[in-house]
């Protein structure tokens, strides 16, 4: 009688079929290893562009290294960190196949919440989560962030590609990042800084920046508006106005912080985001006072009043959600309004007066349909914020 047992030293059936099976790989369950080094090659003249004599090191290590040296001349240095992403403005972006301005927006949303206390930017790291690497389309956000980052005076230190397949669809992505940066204690910007009497300078957007874009989608898509319309008030079509990326006003800020003439007349600053201009403005007000905003005194971009007009969106609404045509907000010494306005003037940068500091029991009772008071906000007990007025031209 035969023996059909296995002999001691042959493979079991088992063993034997699975070694003659094709294995799952980590390819084949979706993961391009491959990709993403071809990705990190096409991205790294970019990322170096950002990178001064400060930076240790270059593209591949665990960590990335910046020389802070220069901080041991600090009497009492404070290490400021801010982190952020981008929101479903990326929809628009794959829509459009158009992936680099969401970088800039990514470094706008960043490193512009730090500059509002004073720091200067050091430097920031980013992540991207997709569905499927393709190589070109991460290179282009990269390439975006490293724009952005040398705009600011940042340097791009480090980031992580991901790629979840199963988890995300091919064509999805999703951005955020973080940054960190140095300023020095007695020169830390805030409310304790506002006084009576400090004139409010909105600083112009470019646009929508990356917030509210929920609400702008679904107004798009109730009135089945195609990305590729010409629009005439936008001079340009409606994908191409919606994706204008978030102007970043770092460089902008830092000039007025280090300026001789406006140099201790910046009290406070404020970035207007998610929330929009009350809500922001808010978090920076001491308590026992107001600033009293007048719409009258600038007029928002076409597109806030377009998005308005399409989705019958109320206007309180509206301005809680968006920037409404100011991104940043400046309080300044009185006395110093006119040297930041002649600065940010000669920097390119389109600002105004929109308003002033004054007491919060000085405020008039809300009387006419658009007049809105804001106390406190995201956390901030503090003072108060009062819109007044209209835009001129606003329908």
Not at 74 to 96: C, F, H, N, Q, W
Not at 297 to 325: H, K
Not at 332 to 353: I, K, M, N, T, W
Request: hydrophobic share 45%; net charge negative.
């Amino acid at each position: 009688m035969t023996d059909s047992s296995p002999h001691p030293d042959s493979p079991h059936p088992d063993v034997a079929s699975a070694a003659s099976a094709p294995g799952i790989t980590y390819a084949s369950s979706g993961v391009d290893t491959a990709a993403g080094d071809r990705a990190v090659e096409l991205m790294k003249e970019a990322v170096a562009a950002t990178h001064g004599p400060e930076v240790i090191g270059g593209i591949g290590a665990f960590a990335g290294l910046v020389d802070v040296s220069a901080l041991k001349a600090y009497e009492r240095p404070l290490l400021a960190s801010s982190t952020d992403g981008v929101g479903t403005k990326i929809a628009i972006a794959r829509a459009m196949d158009v992936h680099d301005t969401i970088g800039r927006d990514l470094v706008g949303m960043v490193v512009d919440d730090i500059v509002v206390v004073g720091a200067s930017p050091l430097a920031m790291t980013d992540y991207i989560a997709c569905g499927k690497v393709v190589p070109e389309r991460i290179a282009d956000i990269v390439r975006g962030i490293a724009e952005g980052c040398q705009d600011a005076g940042c340097a791009l230190v480090g980031g992580e590609t991901a790629e979840h397949p199963g988890l995300m669809g091919p064509e999805d992505y999703d951005v955020a990042g973080a940054a960190v940066g140095a300023v020095e204690a007695d020169a830390l910007l805030g409310p304790e800084r506002v006084r009576h009497g400090d004139v409010v300078i909105g600083m112009e957007s470019s646009g929508l920046h990356a917030n509210g874009y929920s609400l702008v989608r679904a107004v798009l898509a109730s009135q089945d508006l195609r990305l590729d319309q010409h629009i005439d008030d936008f001079g340009r079509t409606l994908g191409q106005e919606v994706l204008e990326p978030t102007r970043i006003y770092a460089a902008d800020v830092l000039a007025l912080l280090d300026g001789r003439r406006t140099s201790g007349a910046i009290h406070a600053l404020s970035h207007v985001t998610g929330g929009g201009l009350a809500a922001n403005l808010a978090r920076v007000i001491p308590a026992g006072l107001a600033a009293r905003v007048d719409r009258s005194t600038w007029q928002p971009s076409p597109v806030f009043s377009r998005i308005a007009r399409w989705g019958q969106v109320p206007q309180l609404d509206l301005e809680g959600t968006v920037n409404m045509g100011v991104g940043m907000i400046a309080l300044v010494d009185a006395e110093g309004a006119d040297a930041a306005l002649s600065l940010l003037e000669q920097r390119g940068l389109p600002s105004r007066v929109i308003g002033e500091i004054v007491a919060e029991d000085s405020l008039p009772e809300p009387g006419a349909p658009l007049e809105q008071v804001t106390v406190g906000a995201k956390g901030v007990e503090g003072g108060a914020v009062m819109l007044a007025g209209q835009h001129p031209g606003w329908q």
